[in-house]
């Protein structure tokens, strides 16, 4: 018997150690170990609890271990787990039915990840353009500071040129501009633009929403060139901002929009939805994921956009998201050194350094951590919130009062 397969693999001790020893060295995870949640609680392998104002980078929105998607989920798993793209399957018929009911969309691709979304619209967008305009209509433009995956296509159209650096060639024709400025867009967006793609507000590049005149003026600029206008709902979507999709609470309506992270609530999902008119230049085989629209993604996330789609819930979300801003409100006005003014929408929220601290929201993250918030950063100098959808006002609380211990522990040590 392989030396390796011999039993106890599945229950053997690991801890943080472990990480280093045997992951590819990508990411620098906390110091603790979550092993179970539920809601907005988490526990680490010493049984400590944490409230979680991160969601899993905007991902649970409905709480880990829902309920509703745990019965779900089990209900399927003991039906039908997968069986390809030869076949298509009730559970994703729905979802598709469901989203195209709720959006300005009429067709809905499915894939597995942000990236894989981003992938599917930037490759859909270059292909209509070639074939109602030719190939030279092939140039995407891209913000600044805008993340949008980290497949080599993505990568190089997201505007953070670290995450480049190393892989090149690049995809060609890409270019980027500065993010709300309606003048360098106009400049920009020329005959030979493809696709413009935005996030109707800016996640990990800090948390900073478009405003409505500057997306309305992509809107103009793409149709007047032809360009298709691309939003990637992957941070802001299902729920997020306080509407289904943020481009809801905006005059603008997008051409393609993608969708993940909150869609699967941590099952892996992604979605790209678009009209009749421009789903129709891709045809059979001209694009593809083995598990897009699985069964098991499908249920899980048909039971999200059920769940999450409805005013009262939507409303919620605007009224717990007034309650954390009238907070950090409070906290910058106490702590004028330390802060900026918090910005973001509905429970997408950042809350900036000001310039003396730069660079430090990680440190700050940390002794939160330690007592017992999870918080995310947004870039070096912006600490993140995004708790999940559901959150209480007792739970708003509670973060409120451990970030006001945590920003004391930092600035008695700094
Ligand atoms: C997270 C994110 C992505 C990438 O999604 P993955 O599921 O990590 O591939 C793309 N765009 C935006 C705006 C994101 O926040």
Redesign the pocket.
């Known amino acids: 018997m392989n030396a390796k397969l011999d039993s106890g693999v599945t229950t053997r001790p690991v801890t943080r150690q472990t990480f280093d020893e045997v992951l590819v060295p990508t990411y620098a995870p906390a110091a603790m170990v979550p092993v179970r949640a539920a809601g907005l609680d988490v526990w680490d392998q010493e049984d400590k609890h944490y409230l979680d104002f991160t969601s899993g980078?905007?991902v649970s929105s409905l709480g880990h271990a829902n309920p509703v998607l745990v019965d779900a989920l089990t209900k399927q798993i003991n039906t039908l787990w997968h069986l390809g793209n030869g076949y298509t399957n009730e559970p994703v018929l729905r979802l598709a039915s469901a989203l195209v009911e709720a959006t300005f969309a009429d067709r809905a691709f499915f894939c597995n990840?942000?990236?894989?979304?981003?992938e599917a619209a930037l490759k859909l967008a270059r292909k209509y353009a070639h074939t109602k305009f030719g190939p030279h209509k092939s140039r995407i433009i891209s913000c600044l500071s805008?993340?949008?995956?980290?497949t080599l296509f993505?990568v190089s159209v997201g505007g953070q040129p670290k995450y480049t650096e190393g892989f090149e060639p690049l995809p060609q024709e890409i270019n980027h501009i500065p993010y709300n400025d309606i003048e360098a867009a106009r400049a920009a967006i020329l005959d030979d633009v493809a696709a413009v793609i935005v996030?109707p507000i800016q996640?990990?590049g800090g948390v900073i929403p478009g405003n409505h005149e500057y997306l309305a003026a992509l809107r103009e600029f793409c149709d007047k060139t032809g360009a298709l206008l691309i939003f990637?709902?992957?941070?802001?979507g299902v729920g997020r901002t306080g509407a289904l999709y943020a481009y809801m609470d905006t005059p603008v309506i997008p051409d393609i929009l993608?969708s993940?992270?909150a869609l699967g609530n941590g099952y892996p999902i992604?979605a790209m939805l678009t009209t009749e008119e421009i789903a129709q230049h891709f045809n059979v085989g001209s694009h593809g994921t083995t598990y897009g629209g699985n069964p098991l993604a499908a249920t899980v996330a048909l039971n999200v956009v059920e769940m999450i789609n409805q005013p009262a819930f939507l409303a919620r979300v605007k009224e717990a998201s007034a309650k954390i801003f009238a907070n950090l409100e409070k906290l910058t006005a106490d702590y004028p050194q330390l802060f900026g003014k918090a910005r973001g929408l509905g429970l997408l929220i950042g809350l900036p350094l000001a310039e003396g601290f730069k660079g430090r929201a990680k440190d700050v993250t940390k002794i939160a951590e330690k007592m017992g918030l999870m918080l995310l950063i947004a870039g070096p100098d912006v600490i993140r919130m995004a708790p999940a959808l559901i959150v209480s006002d007792a739970q708003i609380a509670e973060a409120d009062r451990i970030l006001r211990a945590a920003v004391d522990e930092f600035l008695a040590a700094a």
């Open positions: 980078i905007a990840s942000g990236a894989e979304a981003n805008s993340f949008h995956g980290r993505t996030e996640g990990e990637d709902e992957v941070q802001s993608t993940a992270k992604g």
